[in-house]
């Protein structure tokens, strides 16, 4: 299995199109390989940011960096949050490409916003102590529950299809790890920065290609549905810090990688 879960990785990095079909033509096998590439991506990033000088490149103002240094005990720990950051994008992924897969899409688009502004607004009402945790919790439960009845719509293989995929997704991640550690050796800010954003994109461009197969919709509907997803995952850490489950040095840590 090592060695298949090595060719879907190579597929989605570099021949996404077979990738995705091969996920799609054996959805209940692909997301133990899938789960495989999520894995060997959790160990090489915990040995990569162990390495990395925590000082490179140089943090956008305003953002405190991690104290030095971090063993690597502590960044096996950051990643452990890796497998519950993935069940968010699958999940919400699912709900945003279900909103977005039919129907009008400027008017679809602007759904999906508002809903997504939902996680917003309770952030800031409990950052601003309008809310205490129990409630933030509870409405948290509300929200979720009413995402329920978009994912009861999925059947078992898209569920399969759509969390293969965007574990695979972390291909990319994998593939420019020598590029990335060339930049650290070199101590190229400017080199890193362009990597960083190569993989954004790159990784995007496999999430929404493959989830626009999955779901048999349009790759720009796919597209916002994904990033959508992406943007969810923001909000779920922020959310685990206020509800006072993830430390500030691991949420610092997230936001950093």
């Excluded at 090595?6 to 209940?28: C, K, S, T």
């Excluded at 390989?33 to 990569?48: D, E």
């Excluded at 992924?93 to 996680?119: C, H, N, Q």
Aim: charged fraction near 15%.
């Amino acid at each position: 299995m090592p060695s298949e879960a090595l060719r879907l990785a190579w597929d989605f990095a570099f021949r996404p199109r077979r990738g995705v079909g091969r996920v799609l033509d054996a959805p209940r096998k692909a997301p133990r390989l899938a789960g495989l590439i999520l894995l060997a991506y959790m160990a090489a990033s915990a040995v990569f940011y162990r390495l990395k000088p925590e000082g490179f490149p140089m943090p956008m103002e305003g953002f405190v960096p991690l104290e030095t240094p971090h063993s690597l005990f502590f960044w096996l720990k950051v990643q452990l949050w890796t497998p519950a950051l993935a069940a968010v994008l699958v999940a919400a992924t699912a709900w945003f490409s279900g909103l977005l897969k039919d129907g009008k899409l400027p008017l679809r688009l602007a759904a999906a916003v508002l809903s997504a502004a939902a996680p917003v607004i309770l952030l800031v009402l409990h950052a601003n102590g309008k809310v205490g945790t129990p409630l933030f919790a509870g409405l948290w439960v509300v929200l979720l529950a009413a995402m329920v009845p978009g994912w009861r719509a999925l059947d078992a293989r898209t569920w399969s299809a759509l969390g293969a995929i965007l574990l695979a997704a972390n291909a990319p991640a994998l593939a420019l790890l020598p590029a990335f550690s060339a930049a650290v050796l070199l101590r190229s800010e400017p080199l890193y920065h362009v990597l960083e954003m190569t993989l954004l994109f790159w990784t995007l461009g496999v999430c929404a290609f493959g989830v626009g197969r999955a779901r048999e919709m349009p790759t720009a509907r796919a597209f916002a549905a994904v990033f959508l997803g992406f943007i969810a995952q923001i909000f779920f850490v922020f959310s685990m810090h206020n509800a006072g489950l993830l430390p500030k040095d691991v949420l610092k840590a997230l936001m950093a990688v």
